[in-house]
């Protein structure tokens, strides 16, 4: 039987009452005392005789309503507010491992972009010196729109992903002129073997290591969390790697390698997904105006909510991206047609 108060509801609730997300994340997880909870709180809504259905009867941890809800919460909630609550001392507070729940939640999202590319175009062909395709870096063969000033970068984060930064810097080297300019984003925790395959894939190539950009991440968050959740490291700063094809000309024009962020978001309304990996897109634009001039053709390769892609056209350059997964895709399209230059 489906829970009669919603995620939406939930939410509601949360944001009605101003509490603590834990203590209504407590309720969740001890039924009738949130079934009671909701019914003060909402009661008009929910009368006495329809408590019982608040939450079903048979409260299994195993089943399957009860997960795609709790993902439904999670994706609600959103990642680095559901990682607090673990840590803050609720040990699984809402019945199922963290993961389990991250990986329905996954499937939730990836449904709700679906749904959503159904009902929208997916063609930009409004948006003049933009194009988006579905490809795979290592196997996509030639680029639509010419040689590259700068291919400005967000790789896939994951240990199993590291081969990908190899595969980049062959890339890169196709794709761009001569002194164009390689500069990607990158964790912390995997720095070492990032370099190690960039300079792999430097060895047969003519891409050569330059410099590294700090770029200050205000507010310190928790996503690149490995020794444990218990154990939280505040990442504070994130580097940016810089090689460019050949010798640099020279370092651009008010080159500084220290960048400092407002975390400005991409608009995207509460009703739409919103890419788990977002990057700042105040950051994205400094990087384009810093490496490339106005008309350049910029390029990245894991395109993935489009953050590059709105940088370069919001700046007047050529962008052209790609990414792996269809929703990625269509996410980035629909997110440049929201956030087009004025
Ligand atoms: C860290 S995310 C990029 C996030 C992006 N900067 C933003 O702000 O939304 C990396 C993206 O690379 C994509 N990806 C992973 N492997 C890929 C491959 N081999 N070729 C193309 N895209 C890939 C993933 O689907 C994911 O969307």
Do not use: C
């Amino acid at each position: 039987m489906q829970p009669l108060i919603s995620t939406e509801e939930l939410a509601a609730l949360l944001r009605l009452q101003g509490n603590s997300t834990e203590s209504l994340i407590r309720y969740v997880s001890t039924e009738r005392e949130f079934g009671l909870r909701a019914k003060r709180v909402l009661g008009r809504k929910f009368k006495e005789r329809d408590l019982p259905e608040i939450l079903p009867e048979d409260w299994d941890e195993h089943n399957t309503e009860h997960l795609v809800w709790h993902a439904n919460l999670y994706s609600l909630l959103g990642d680095a507010e559901f990682a607090r609550i673990l840590r803050s001392g609720t040990k699984n507070p809402i019945g199922f491992s963290e993961l389990t729940v991250r990986k329905a939640a996954q499937k939730i999202r990836r449904e709700k972009i679906r749904a959503a590319n159904k009902a929208r175009p997916l063609n930009i062909e409004d948006i003049k010196n933009v194009e988006t395709y579905v490809a795979d870096l290592t196997t996509v063969v030639s680029l639509k729109r010419g040689k590259a000033m700068a291919v400005i970068t967000d790789p896939p984060y994951e240990q199993q992903a590291l081969h990908t930064w190899k595969e980049l810097t062959e890339f890169a080297d196709r794709v761009l002129v001569e002194h164009g300019w390689l500069v990607a984003m990158s964790g912390q925790h995997w720095l070492p073997d990032v370099f190690k395959q960039l300079e792999k894939g430097a060895k047969s190539t003519s891409m050569k290591y330059r410099w590294t950009i700090a770029v200050h991440t205000p507010g310190g968050t928790t996503s690149q969390d490995w020794i444990g959740l218990d154990n939280p490291l505040n990442v504070e700063w994130k580097p940016i790697i810089v090689y460019s094809k050949g010798d640099a000309d020279k370092w651009p024009d008010k080159f500084r390698d220290f960048l400092l962020s407002e975390n400005e978001r991409l608009v995207v309304p509460d009703t739409e997904p919103r890419h788990p990996d977002e990057q700042p897109i105040d950051v994205f634009r400094r990087l384009v105006e810093l490496f490339t001039k106005p008309k350049a053709l910029v390029v990245d390769p894991f395109l993935g909510g489009g953050t590059t892609g709105v940088a370069a056209h919001q700046t007047g350059r050529t962008f052209e991206g790609f990414d792996i997964l269809k929703e990625n895709v269509a996410m980035a399209r629909a997110n440049l047609k929201r956030n087009r230059r004025a």
